[in-house]
């Protein structure tokens, strides 16, 4: 019998990035089912008027969601490297688990504001709020599980 140790899912990030990639196409969903884009084309719309340099970055829904999708195919053929501790990957995962946790943050905030600008107020709880606490926590568990995985990387 293995020595729980030595396992490939106790020394990877594996099973980490595998929940994280799951919770993200999880909130995917949750931003098309619950009208995301409206709310953030809006937003951008009014901060775009009230500072010039502020980029227009207003999207359609068909170019956002084929361009989450991809992210998230992209995100999980890349998870048997994350059980095999790619030192490659390491990265890319700080940087994945990084956004996650600033996304969910954010819509966890703007859920409690009850909007994104002064001119944009949701009705009802944000778009995106529902799948927010388990993106804030998936990511929390990535960083965890990079940092124990650390001393375990393979040459």
């Known amino acids: 019998m293995r020595d729980q140790q030595t396992t490939p899912t106790a020394s990877s990030f594996g099973t980490s990035w595998l929940l994280l990639c799951l919770a993200f196409a999880m909130h995917v969903w949750d931003e098309a ?48 490297w994350a059980y095999r501790n790619a030192r490659w990957l390491r990265p890319l995962a700080y940087v994945f688990a990084g956004i996650q946790l600033l996304n969910g943050t954010g819509h966890i905030l703007a859920a409690i504001r009850g909007r994104t600008v002064p001119s944009v107020q949701f009705e009802g709880p944000a778009p995106g709020v529902y799948t927010a606490p388990l993106l804030v926590a998936l990511a929390a568990y ?10 375990r990387l393979p040459n």
């Open 33 to 80: 089912a619950h009208d995301f884009l409206s709310y953030y084309n809006s937003t951008v719309l009014a901060l775009y008027g009230h500072f010039s340099w502020f980029p227009r970055m207003d999207m359609h829904v068909r170019t956002w969601l084929a361009a989450l999708l991809v992210a998230n195919l992209v995100l999980l053929v890349l998870t048997p």
């Open 142 to 151: 990535l960083f965890w599980a990079l940092r124990k995985s650390r001393g």
